[in-house]
């Protein structure tokens, strides 16, 4: 007998996928400016503006049946995850039309209990990335009806018992539709009530019918002048405009960081831990508010050798840093940092006996640092990091980089 619950416990690498996209949406989103006339970097910079950020929660409602086993596998237990959540990046070309990048997956993984009567649970992880155009039409004041379509990537990454696949990998393309309603709370935040309908045009393989939510956008615009105008740059902090570092990571102290950090939910581990690697990175400083928040753009190149087995293998990232500054004082300032979602290349995917999917991953890092000296020359910092493809394949092990020692100078 099969028996269909929603209840299930939340895993750790469920929360670093939300983490991942919606902490650094969510950051960028609530950034609360005060500028400066004389320095540009205090005005959103171009690729930000008239884009908008979103996250939603729902309820998500399953295609029967769910997840055919394969041939010869029975199980007790089906434990369906109907909570949701779903991020969006989107962009306006104007107030009737834009364009939207969104990620959308269960909170929890589907949960089979007890296949054939072994007494184990195996999950099932599955998410939908869209590329969609939205459509608007005010019907009343700071009310607005949309509609949505486009196109769904959809991955599934099953599970292998004695070797043997009882649930397969599935990565496939499908068409999406959807609409809501959205009330206009002022020029930058907007509520609205959705639903999303994959289509399903081939024999599903995904589970999902449909997903109803509720959520909240935020939008970025350029700032007034006015604004620019009115505030004084004088005894401002130092935010440089450029830095270089080197960094060499290590599992010599162990990897008790990682642990808390994924333990807690503030960051995620991986299967693969690596032993020792080096890193040359460079950051270019493109906005900040007055005394607290800046946004960088950065590039790396990293060389790794794995625990296990002595894999080495090199990365190459861009990726965007988004940067806190806690303490201010005359000889140096304390901020903490955080990255995510960079894009990388990686040349290998097969390390200590784990596929960890493709080429193409992300990478994201966890820091505290700090700039020294008269006009901030110096700069010293300690990060945790992390490389993942983001379920984009069904293969996703993930990679675990201890603490990492860095060096810079600014410019």
């Known amino acids: 007998m099969l028996i269909y619950t929603g209840n299930q416990k939340r895993s750790t690498l469920m929360k670093g996928k939300i983490m991942k996209t919606g902490f650094f949406l969510l950051l960028s989103a609530s950034i609360y400016v005060s500028c400066a006339a004389q320095d540009k970097r205090m005005q959103y910079p171009h690729f930000l503006l008239n884009k908008y950020f979103g996250v939603s929660e729902g309820h998500i409602t399953y295609l029967p049946p769910i997840q055919k086993l ?19 990046f989107g962009h306006d070309f104007n107030k009737f039309l834009s364009a939207e990048l969104s990620y959308m997956r269960p909170v929890d993984w589907i949960l089979y209990r007890n296949i054939n009567g072994d007494q184990q649970q195996h999950s099932v992880w599955t998410n939908v990335v869209g590329l969609t155009l939205i459509t608007h039409t005010e019907i009343l004041k700071n009310l607005t009806v949309f509609g949505e379509g486009g196109l769904g990537y959809i991955t599934q990454t099953g599970f292998k018992i004695n070797n043997q696949f009882a649930v397969k990998d599935e990565n496939y393309i499908d068409f999406l539709f959807g609409g809501g309603i959205q009330y206009h709370l002022n020029e930058k935040w907007a509520l609205n009530i959705s639903g999303l309908f994959p289509t399903s045009t081939k024999t599903i393989k995904g589970p999902y019918k449909t997903f109803y939510s509720a959520g909240f956008t935020y939008s970025i615009h350029k700032l007034p002048e006015t604004i620019l105008q009115n505030t004084s740059q004088k005894n401002s902090p130092v935010f440089p405009k450029n830095v270089v570092q080197v960094g060499y990571a290590t599992n010599t102290f162990g990897y008790g960081v990682n642990a808390f950090a994924e333990k807690t939910y503030i960051f995620w581990g991986g299967d693969v831990e690596i032993k020792n690697g080096f890193t040359v990175q460079y950051q270019h400083n493109v906005f900040h508010t007055r005394k607290i928040f800046s946004l960088s753009w950065g590039s790396s190149v990293g060389y790794w050798k794995t625990k296990q087995h002595n894999d080495d293998f090199v990365t190459i990232s861009i990726f965007p840093v988004l940067r806190f500054t806690v303490i201010h004082s005359k000889p140096a300032d304390l901020y903490f940092n955080y990255s995510v979602a960079g894009p990388t290349f990686i040349s290998r995917v097969d390390m200590d ?41 069904p293969q ?3 990679i675990k980089i201890p603490l990492t020692f860095n060096l810079g100078y600014t410019f």
């Open 70 to 88: 394969e041939a010869g596998y029975n199980a007790q237990e089906i434990r369906l995850p109907h909570p949701g959540v779903r991020i969006i």
């Open 353 to 393: 006996g784990h596929d960890t999917g493709s080429h193409f991953t992300f990478q994201d890092y966890l820091g505290i640092g700090t700039f020294a000296g008269k006009n901030r020359k110096f700069n010293a910092e300690i990060r945790i990091a992390h490389y993942s493809n983001g379920d984009l394949v």
């Open 396 to 398: 996703n092990g993930g």
